[in-house]
């Protein structure tokens, strides 16, 4: 019933800059509490940011805190991710999805490669 599909990501150099996005599809009443994660080869997904229903209150893992910005547009249905001042270690496939509970299908993710 719900789909997602991010976008945004690509092969940058440190210090550079990228803004993903997350377009929510499906027939859903309200845009839930959502987060990024990111995958690394042979990792599991990790929590990279979070964002309440009403995108008032923001978390961040402690790796990405000062140069990363998670916001949302209800209206739209889109959630995104700022990133700046890239890292080689923030290299990964980023993918959105609920905060918690029974997650939504996975969508495709995006890749981000950030070469030293």
């Known amino acids: 019933q719900v789909q997602l599909v991010e976008s945004g990501g690509g092969l940058v150099q440190t210090g550079e800059s990228l803004r993903l996005s997350c377009k929510v599809v499906?027939?859903?009443?309200?845009?839930?509490?959502l987060a990024w994660y990111r995958q690394v080869p042979g990792k599991g997904r990790e929590v990279v940011a979070t964002?309440?229903?009403?995108?008032?209150?923001?978390w961040y893992v402690d790796s990405v805190k000062g140069r990363f910005t998670i916001d949302r547009d209800n209206l739209k249905k889109f959630v995104y991710l700022q990133m700046n001042g890239l890292k080689p270690e923030d290299t990964g496939v980023y993918f959105c999805?609920?905060?918690?509970?029974?997650?939504?299908?996975w969508g495709p993710g995006t890749q981000v490669t950030v070469s030293s």
């Open positions: 964002i309440n229903s009403a995108g008032n209150r923001v």
């Open positions: 499906g027939n859903i009443f309200s845009m839930e509490d």
């Open positions: 999805n609920l905060q918690h509970g029974r997650l939504w299908p």
